[in-house]
Structure formats: C-alpha cells, structure tokens
C-alpha cells in the first residue's frame, strides 16, 4: 500500500483515500478546541475573503491568550463551524489549521488508539 501514511513512532499507519468516504468524523463528534496560529487566522480570512478582525469575530473564541475555531451544534454532538454540512468535507481544507492537518498523527492517540480507530476508517494498525 504505497498511499499510507506514516509517522515514526506510531503505532500504526493512515490511508488518506479514507476520507473520500469518511463524511467528515474527524470534525463532528465531541466539544473540543481546535487551536490557530496568528498565521492561521490570516490565510484562512484571507480565503474568505475577510478582515482578520471580522473573521476572529465571527469565526474564533478566544480562551486565554488563544483563539478556538467556533463549533456548532450537529447532530448528537458538535461540528467545525467550517464543516459543510451538505457536501460533508471542510470548506477551508486547503487553509485548515495546523492540528487538522496533522490528524491522525496526534500525540494522546499513540496511547489512545482505539479511540482514534474508531474515529477514522483510514487508521491502519501495524
């Protein structure tokens, strides 16, 4: 399986062609944070189209001294606020942040994988 991705260190493997079928799991589910960058905040308002200000004010929360991605409430649970319900995929994925990008390869999953397998059809253990 030459499309499989690895990480050193994990204790298994992800096959990003999963996501074609997947409807999104990995931004629906449970309330959590999904940090950004000051650099983040920028490509992601300058692909909408919006001043850094309006996009932090319409999109981020602010916890401390970090800002969030909003979340809404989507069926039993929660979803991005950049979760396109009807086509099931991130409407900014190609400005998605940082913590997105590098989903599955998260450090609690490489003591939590069977959370992370049940979350992701793409996660092939080793």
């Known amino acids: 399986m030459d499309e499989l991705i690895y990480c050193e260190n994990y204790p298994y ?3 990003p062609k999963a996501c074609q079928s ?6 629906i589910g449970e309330s959590g944070y999904i940090w950004v960058t000051p650099l983040e905040i920028a490509a992601m308002a300058e692909k909408l189209l919006l001043t850094k200000e309006t ?25 991005c606020i950049f ?12 400005v998605r942040p940082s913590q997105c990008r590098t989903f599955p390869f998260w450090e609690y999953f490489k003591e939590n994988i069977d959370e992370v397998v049940s979350e992701c059809p793409g996660i092939i253990r080793l």
């Open 13 to 15: 493997a992800f096959n």
């Open 22 to 27: 997947c409807e999104g799991r990995c931004c």
């Open 55 to 79: 996009f932090i004010n319409n999109y981020l929360l602010k916890i401390r001294y970090r800002f969030t991605i909003k979340e809404v409430a989507y069926e039993d649970g929660y979803g």
């Open 83 to 94: 979760f396109d319900r009807a086509k099931k995929s991130c409407s900014i994925y190609d």
